[in-house]
Every structure is written in structure tokens, then in C-alpha cells.
């Protein structure tokens, strides 16, 4: 037989402590490339200069692969003077990748704000931070979270790149114990129904809190 | 000499590309006074209340508030273009309510007469709903206040969204086109309110409306827009009972049959 389940359960543990770190990588880049595309996407209507930077910017960082983005980050920065640990550089490209995709996200759900949103606005003499905050990013934002959403499982399923840097997430945790054993079906096998399952249940979640938005704001 | 005008729009051009839409404009405003805007659509007159508003950019000339320049800054004794201080400074002189209402729909009616009290003018919470209180009460929607725009009618809306205005105190007020969104039947509750609002307060207003009767009675003055200009303006007797020009007459002539 090929599988092994007495070999499967002894990796079990080592498998399920790179998970966290998989999951780790997976929630701070998400939460970079949340905060970071939001920034974007309103500095482009804010600082209406900055536009044409900021979409070459974006354009750069969507048209190359996340892959070359992680090893510049670790081996071309340190030249740089800027040194970043593998699971930093890890996490901080992928958090900047994604921050270029949802920034278009966000931009799309600013784009479906009413024009007279803003005109209400400028009358009540808001200003630009409050008519973002009270305004316009609660009513952008609901109709987006499906996404974002799709974004976050999508960032998720990338984060075996960092195996390339030795981040010591699933993959490369199980690579490892296959370099070691010689065993590689166990170990593949497991990170691959992990990263299922995982999917399946953010799916599940954001499902969830888009029902849970609509039932606040549509009325 | 006279008085200062409240509003004072100077030699005042908008054009969009080869487009003019408002040629020169001259109009003094005083202080309470009620002026009714009126004329053909693509006459300009809608632009009036949206360069006012600082919703539109002027092209030629100056609009004075009380004296002070509305999108410029007197520097060295010459007029430059103002900066964000001075145009907040100046616009919150003014409130506009909007034909399309333009409610916040993620907010009740009382959060959106206290967003602007609270965030701009630095209000605590509890005045500020206690004030939104009174004027949404003024607008008769005191039992409507933890309603979201969407559960109510157009003209409930429309009363909120004077109420919103008027809570940020401002002393003049515009109206665009205020019931021209509006079902027929809930027109008079939002003139209504205007009316109380012309009665017992001392603000100066200017609208734009398809609603002669009513320019008719609540005017001090009706100007009649044509082709970016004033092409006749006067007290609403004399202006709607013996008009003078002869566009002015085929106009009135059109509605008033029509309607």
C-alpha cells in the first residue's frame, strides 16, 4: 500500500505547527493587503496628482509574478541596507501583490457611490477624512466584500511561494520531511487537504459576513 | 448706499468646452431675500445654485458672500484662488438641498441631521440630537427619526434632507429643483415646509423650481433664465402678470398651459 496512515499521523503534528504559520502568512498579508489597497484606492480620488504614480505602481506590482516580487523583497532589498527576515519579506509580498488587486476592488465600490453622495458632502461642509470614513467607505465597502473575499482565499492558496524562501510554512515543512523520509505522498497529500479544507470553510465565512452586511445596510 | 448683498455673483462665466452655460452673470441677492430662479431647461439656472454650492468651478468673474469672495482670497489686494480653510470657511455660510434628495442611506434621519453638527462644527452628540430633534420635528417627522431614508416616501425624504441643511445653521439656503423627484401628491408637504421656513426665518433663499404657483407666492423676486443669462427679473406680480420680454412671455405661455 502506498499511503501510510502510521506515517501520516506521526507528521500530523509537525504538519499542524506550519499550518499556523501558513495561517500566520495568510491573515497579516491579508490584513496588509486590506489596509494598503484601501489606502491606495483613496489616495487616488483624494490626491487626484498622485493618480498617474499610482497606477503605474499598481499596474507594476499586478503585471510580474508574486515570485520574483518575494525574492526581490529577500535577496535584492538586503543590498539595499534593508534586511527582512524570510517570514517578513514573505508576508510584506504578498500583503503589497494583493494591496494592487484590492485597491481595484475598493475603487470599483467607490465607483458605485452616487455622485450625489459626494455633493451631499461637500454641502454639509464635511471634510475629505470624514466624508470618506462616515460616508463613503461604509457604503463601498459592503457591496465588495465578496472580492475581498475571493482575494483572501486566493492569497491564501499562494502562500506556499514562501516555501521558495524557506519560510517554514506547509510546503515547505512538508518537503522537508519528504527530503528526509523519502516520503512524499503522505505529507503533499495532507497540505493539499488542508488547503481544501481551509478554502471551503473561508468560503463558508465569508459568506457569512456578506449576509451579515446586506442585512445592515439593505433596509 | 444700500445695504451689502448677501450674494453677490460678479461678471460670472461657466463654460464646459466650447459650451457656455452661464455668459456673465450679474445678481445681487440681499440679505432674507427670497429669489425664485426660473427658465427653460439648459438655461443655466441649476448652475447658479451649484457654483454658489462650490459644486461646480467658475470659469470668469467673482461670487461674494457678505463681502468675502467665495472661491478666491483677497492677497496683496489682488484675488487668488482660495484654499481649502477659506472655502469651508465661506461655504458653511451656505446649505443646499438637492432634486434628488441625496440622503446618507446607511444612516437614520437623526444621524443624518447630526453627522454634519458633530463632525464639523465640533457639536457634542447630545446637542446636536436634541437640535436635530427640533427641526425634525419642524419638518413633522418627529415620529420618523430612527428611520432609514429607504422605509420613507419622497417627500418624507426631502424633509429630511432640509432639516439636515438647517442644522448646520446656515443663512442662505438653496434649493435645486426640490420637488421636481417628488410623486404629485407629496409636492405640497415640501413646499410646505419651505413656506414655514420663508415665515419664521430670516434666511435668504434661492431656488430653482418648475413650480410657478409657488415662485409666485413665496418670491420677493423671479429671475428669468435664457441662454446663460437673466433675460428678465422682478417682482413675481409684475414678472408672471405683465412680463416685459418677449421670451419671457412664450415661456410662461408653455408652462402654465402645460400645467
Known amino acids: 500500500m502506498i499511503w501510510d496512515w502510521a506515517f501520516a499521523l506521526e507528521i500530523l503534528p509537525t504538519l499542524a505547527r506550519a499550518a499556523v504559520v501558513t495561517i500566520q502568512a495568510t491573515l497579516l498579508g491579508f490584513v496588509i493587503a486590506a489596509l494598503l489597497g484601501l489606502a491606495i484606492a483613496v489616495a487616488r480620488i483624494a490626491v487626484p496628482r498622485a493618480g498617474w504614480a499610482i497606477s503605474v505602481l499598481v499596474e507594476l506590482i499586478r503585471s510580474t509574478p508574486l515570485l520574483i516580487q518575494i525574492f526581490f523583497l529577500y535577496f535584492v532589498l538586503p543590498n539595499f541596507g534593508i534586511v527582512l527576515d524570510a517570514f517578513a519579506a514573505g508576508v510584506i509580498a504578498i500583503g503589497v501583490h494583493y494591496a494592487a488587486y484590492c485597491s481595484e476592488v475598493y475603487r470599483a465600490g467607490f465607483d458605485n457611490i452616487p455622485r450625489g453622495q459626494w455633493e451631499a458632502s461637500i454641502a454639509l461642509n464635511l471634510s475629505a477624512w470624514t466624508t470618506f470614513k462616515d460616508i463613503i467607505i461604509p457604503q463601498a465597502i459592503p457591496p465588495v466584500v465578496p472580492a475581498l473575499g475571493n482575494y483572501l482565499v486566493a492569497l491564501f492558496k499562494e502562500t506556499p511561494l514562501l516555501s521558495a524562501i524557506a519560510v517554514l510554512e506547509l510546503m515547505q515543512t512538508a518537503k522537508i520531511i519528504g527530503s528526509e523520509t523519502f516520503r512524499y505522498t503522505e505529507p503533499i497529500t495532507l497540505v493539499g487537504l488542508f488547503f481544501l479544507a481551509m478554502s471551503l470553510v473561508s468560503a463558508m465565512l465569508i459568506r457569512g459576513v456578506e449576509e451579515l452586511l446586506n442585512r445592515r445596510t439593505i433596509r | ?259
Not at chain 2, 466650447?18 to 441649476?46: A, C, F, H, M, Y
Not at chain 2, 482670497?73 to 480653510?85: C, I
Not at chain 2, 441643511?165 to 404629485?184: C, G, H, N, Q, Y
Not at chain 2, 441662454?227 to 408652462?255: D, S, W
Open chain 2, 1 to 259: 448706499m444700500t445695504e451689502q448683498p448677501m450674494v453677490r455673483f460678479d461678471k460670472v462665466s461657466k463654460r464646459y468646452g466650447s459650451l457656455t452655460v452661464l455668459d456673465g452673470l450679474d445678481l445681487d441677492i440681499g440679505r432674507g431675500e427670497k429669489v425664485s430662479i426660473i427658465g427653460p431647461s439648459g438655461s443655466g439656472k441649476t448652475t447658479v445654485l451649484r457654483m454658489l454650492m462650490t459644486l461646480e468651478t467658475i470659469n470668469d468673474g467673482v461670487i461674494w458672500v457678505e463681502g468675502e469672495p467665495l472661491t478666491h482670497m483677497q492677497k496683496n489686494g489682488k484675488l487668488v484662488p482660495a484654499d481649502t480653510a477659506h472655502i469651508r470657511r465661506i461655504r458653511s455660510k451656505i446649505g443646499m438641498v438637492f432634486q434628488s434628495f441625496n440622503l446618507f442611506p446607511h444612516m437614520t434621519a437623526m444621524a443624518n441631521c447630526i453627522e454634519a453638527p458633530v463632525t464639523v462644527l465640533g457639536m457634542k452628540r447630545a446637542d446636536a440630537e436634541a437640535r436635530a430633534a427640533e427641526l425634525l420635528e419642524m419638518v413633522g417627522l418627529g415620529q420618523k427619526k430612527g428611520h432609514y431614508p429607504s422605509q420613507l416616501s419622497g417627500g418624507q425624504q426631502q424633509r429630511v434632507a432640509i432639516a439636515r441643511a438647517l442644522a448646520m445653521r446656515p443663512k442662505i439656503m438653496l434649493f435645486d429643483e426640490v420637488t421636481s423627484a417628488l410623486d404629485p401628491e407629496l409636492v405640497g408637504e415640501v413646499l410646505e415646509v419651505i413656506r414655514r421656513l420663508g415665515r419664521e426665518h430670516d434666511l435668504t433663499m434661492l431656488m430653482v423650481t418648475h413650480q410657478m404657483g409657488f415662485a409666485k407666492e413665496f418670491s420677493d423676486r423671479v429671475c428669468f433664465f435664457h441662454q446663460g443669462k437673466i433675460c428678465e427679473q422682478g417682482p413675481p406680480n409684475e414678472l408672471f402678470g405683465a412680463p416685459k420680454n418677449e421670451r419671457t412671455r412664450q415661456f410662461l405661455h408653455a408652462v402654465l398651459e402645460a400645467g
